[in-house]
């Protein structure tokens, strides 16, 4: 069975503020609102380098993101996408273009 690696954060104060807006954007009470502003910023769901440089993250977190090491991007990646994925199914349909692969 696949196990995956389990990476240690390089810079922990800078990962923290990263996740914290990314959790702060999939709270329950904001996810719509921030999917409401990916679609209007014509840009899909997984697009996470252009969600971040659009500042639907917050104007601190492209800035934060940059600062960390290689795996700790791409660890922002992972979790990024999995909160995606995570998202109500209720709101996923109603943000059905937002989330489509064309």
């Known amino acids: 069975m696949f196990e995956q690696a389990v990476l240690a954060i390089q810079d922990e104060k800078t990962f923290a503020e990263v996740q914290k807006a ?3 954007a999939f ?4 996810v719509e609102g921030f999917l409401s502003s990916v679609r209007k910023h014509k840009l899909r769901a997984r697009q996470f380098e252009a969600i971040l440089a659009s500042g639907l993250l917050g104007r601190e977190a492209p800035a934060k993101y940059a600062e960390l090491g290689d795996s700790d991007r791409g660890q ?6 999995r909160m995606v994925e995570q ?16």
């Open 22 to 24: 990314l959790e702060a």
């Open 27 to 30: 709270a329950r009470q904001s």
């Open 76 to 81: 922002i990646r992972e979790r990024y996408l």
């Open 87 to 102: 998202v109500d199914p209720a709101i996923r349909s109603k943000f059905l273009k937002v989330y489509a692969y064309y």
